[in-house]
């Protein structure tokens, strides 16, 4: 049987400030504005990078990102994609056009 392997985190400060800034943005309270800005910037949410880029997932989040290693910018972006789908089916049909993949 398969088993990923786990690999440690590099930099754990670092790390827990993106964590810390994903968890504010899927906050049960907070994750419908954060689809409506992803929506009103024409962003798909599993764009990873371009949500990044773009501030919505806060200001210092993508210089905090841009220093983590490989290995932990892997460790984000499967725990971001990870949150995008953990998100309430209702969110998911209101907020259609930001998960539709055309």
Known sequence: MFE???????????FQAVQASLEKAFAPEQVST???????GKLRARQFEAILASGLLGSDTAAWYARLGDSD???VRERYLSMVEQVAPE????????????
């Open 91 to 102: 969110l998911r049909t209101r907020y259609f056009k930001v998960y539709a993949y055309y």
């Open 34 to 40: 954060f689809l409506g800005r992803l929506l009103r």
């Open 4 to 14: 990923q392997a786990t690999l440690p985190v590099q930099d754990e400060a670092t």
């Open 73 to 75: 910018r892997g460790h």
